[in-house]
């Protein structure tokens, strides 16, 4: 597989793919698929606009495509960007979609963007988890925005913070750590998943801030790691 920019030949797959969420799932709010003119007039657009399209593709097959654009259309927003990425429902669950998603934020970052937005339907739960594995925290909640396929659909907002800031946040998120899992300790709502993972006493070089019982030294290192995956 090989992920590369996106090329005019390469619409007609991008298409089928577009189509295909169109018709069968609530990754796209449109009702009415896509033409071939349109898919490649979209395509010019975004180039000309600077912003990437890309492709995963096996040979001459699109297995998956993706690109980010701008997030509003005035002057305070020009730091951020709002992307999408599909992926065929043939091959989903197979990498493609992490590996679109590891591209954008590259180019992204490269771009000197300072954050990325992605708006996943709230039932979505293969994206949601995608974007939290990549460092993606969710920050809002629409409700009954959108509808389609006569029911109505909520709109989660996810986003990851790419520039410097992103490190303020986890030092001041570190000092918090130990204060708010001590008071959840003391509401005795840790015991069961602690137990879980059959956490013990973390080792003394683990502690952060001081140590006054095994739960809450358990919680505030794992907290921790996960915000370490996050910061880039």
Not at 43 to 70: N, T, W
Not at 134 to 154: A, M
Not at 200 to 223: A, H, I, Q, Y
Request: hydrophobic share 45%.
């Amino acid at each position: 597989m090989d992920i590369r920019d996106a090329m005019e030949i390469d619409a007609p797959g991008i298409l089928r793919i577009y189509n295909d969420a169109v018709e069968h799932t609530t990754a796209i709010w449109n009702d009415q698929p896509s033409s071939l003119e349109a898919r490649i007039a979209w395509l010019k657009e975004r180039q000309q606009s600077g912003y990437p399209v890309i492709v995963a593709a096996d040979g001459p097959d699109i297995l998956g495509y993706g690109s980010f654009g701008a997030f509003r259309p005035w002057d305070g927003y020009r730091h951020t960007v709002e992307h999408s990425v599909y992926v065929d429902g043939a091959v989903r669950r197979m990498g493609i979609g992490h590996a679109l998603m590891d591209r954008l934020v590259a180019r992204a970052r490269g771009m000197s963007k300072h954050v990325m937005v992605a708006g996943i339907e709230a039932t979505n739960e293969p994206s949601l988890r995608l974007h939290a594995r990549l460092g993606f925290i969710q920050v809002g909640h629409l409700r009954s925005v959108g509808r389609k396929f006569d029911r109505w659909l909520d709109l989660i907002f996810m986003q990851l913070v790419l520039g410097s800031e992103a490190a303020a946040g986890f030092s001041l998120e570190v000092v918090a750590l130990p204060i708010a899992a001590s008071l959840r300790f003391q509401n005795n709502r840790l015991a069961s998943f602690g137990r879980l993972f059959g956490a013990e006493r973390p080792r003394p070089s683990l502690f952060v801030g001081t140590p006054s019982s095994r739960w809450r030294d358990f919680v505030t290192v794992v907290t921790i790691s996960c915000r370490i995956g996050r910061v880039r």
